[in-house]
Structure formats: structure tokens, C-alpha cells
Antibody
Framework: QVQLVESGGGVVQPGGSLRLSCAAS????????MHWVRQAPGKGLEWVAF????????FYGDSVKGRFAISRDNSNNTLFLQMNSLRGEDTAVYYC????????????WGQGTLVTVSS | SSELTQDPAVSVALGQTVRITCQGD??????ASWYQQKPGQAPILVIY???SRPSGIPDRFSGSSSGITASLTITGAQAEDEADYYC???????????FGIGTKVTVL
């Protein structure tokens, strides 16, 4: 069965950096695109980034473009999100999600990891 | 980027039918997908494509679309269907995604 396990969340000061990881299993990781989606406390879902199955294309939401970088290691079935220049409004639970196919939609989600940006 | 509009909340009597709508220009081009999220849990995909359900999703959940409006219908709502429901679609560029604000469904 598909399993996605996020890690790397924690408390970071404004302006700081953090790297999230998402360990994937139960499917052929190298054959699927992957998303990051976040949810601020008490708020709705916000799409953050997408990477194609082979890493050839990456797309970002307007609020994180230029500060966040999505990447993947297909040999180790792991997805990453490098977050730089963090702001208070980046405080959220970050979910990784497998894509259904061709960048169409996130279909299976991990349980998320909490990032808190605070001094 | 595109926006998807949802009503913030809706209520339904136990066993009755409720329709949740999602509006956005990108829905002329792309189908919406629908996610159920219960407190403290990750979202779960319930409807995608024209009207497809992932394995394990009850058939009381169905989807439809017309013009710029996509709909999720729960026919015979159960207590366990009380949750937040989010629509999602690609934007007009096809490379980005956008979520609606979510609709809180209360089963009375």
C-alpha cells in the first residue's frame, strides 16, 4: 500500500531555513510526480509545489516561488522541500502527496509535518 | 493564477442529500478533484475526473461538472461524512494547482 512519511518539521526563526523530507513506499516512486501542499493552523489547503517524475520540471505557488525548492532522489524514494527565507506566514502543516498522473491531481497524502516560524 | 470559490459551510440532515459546489474559470478546461478532511487528519481523495471514486470511497459520493461549476454530491449523508471538503484543479496554465477555501459539512 502507498505510504508517505514526512519529516524535518520544527521551529525555526524568521529568515531561517529548513529542509523537509518525504519517504515514499508501496508504489514505483520514480514513475510519479509529487506535490507539496500546506495548511496553516485553522486554515484551508494551499498548493506549494510540484515536481515531475524525473525531476525535469518543477512548479511553485506564487507565495513560495524564489524561496522554496522542490527536489527528489529516485534512487532512495525520497522527496524534498528546501525552504529558505522563512516567514511567519509559512507556519503550517506540510503534506507531501503522490500525483495521480501527468500532474493532474494529488491522490494519496502523507500525514504531514508541522513547521513553525517564530522568534 | 485561477481561483476556486466554495461556500464556507453547509448542513444536511442525516440520510438526506447535500450538494457542494466549486466555481472557477479553470473548470471549463480541467476537472475538479474533491478531498475530505476530518480534524487532525490528512485529506483523502473522494472524487476525481468526470466522476471517479478511489477504491474504498462509498458510492454515496458522486461528482459532476457544468461550465465553470463542479459539484460534489453526498446522497444519503452519514454521520461520518461530517468533515471539510476541498475542491482542487489545475489553473489555466496547466502547471499550477489551486484549492478552494473548503466547505464545512455538518450532518444534523
Amino acid at each position: 500500500q502507498v505510504q508517505l512519511v514526512e519529516s524535518g518539521g520544527g521551529v525555526v526563526q524568521p529568515g531561517g531555513s529548513l529542509r523537509l523530507s518525504c519517504a515514499a513506499s508501496g508504489f514505483t516512486f520514480s514513475g510519479y510526480g509529487m506535490h507539496w501542499v500546506r495548511q496553516a493552523p485553522g486554515k484551508g489547503l494551499e498548493w506549494v509545489a510540484f515536481i515531475r517524475y524525473d525531476g525535469s520540471n518543477k512548479f511553485y505557488g506564487d507565495s513560495v516561488k524564489g524561496r522554496f525548492a522542490i527536489s527528489r532522489d529516485n534512487s532512495n524514494n525520497t522527496l524534498f522541500l528546501q525552504m529558505n527565507s522563512l516567514r511567519g506566514e509559512d507556519t503550517a502543516v506540510y503534506y507531501c502527496a503522490k500525483d495521480y498522473g501527468s500532474g493532474s491531481l494529488p491522490d494519496f497524502w502523507g500525514q504531514g509535518t508541522l513547521v513553525t516560524v517564530s522568534s | 493564477s485561477s481561483e476556486l470559490t466554495q461556500d464556507p459551510a453547509v448542513s444536511v440532515a442525516l440520510g438526506q442529500t447535500v450538494r457542494i459546489t466549486c466555481q472557477g474559470d479553470s473548470l471549463r478546461i480541467y476537472y475538479a478533484s474533491w478531498y475530505q478532511q476530518k480534524p487532525g487528519q490528512a485529506p483523502i481523495l473522494v472524487i476525481y475526473g468526470k466522476n471517479s471514486r478511489p477504491s474504498g470511497i462509498p458510492d454515496r459520493f458522486s461528482g459532476s461538472s457544468s461550465g465553470i461549476t463542479a459539484s460534489l454530491t453526498i446522497t444519503g449523508a452519514q454521520a461520518e461524512d461530517e468533515a471539510d471538503y476541498y475542491c482542487n484543479s489545475r489553473d489555466s496554465s496547466g502547471n499550477h494547482h489551486v484549492f478552494g477555501i473548503g466547505t464545512k459539512v455538518t450532518v444534523l
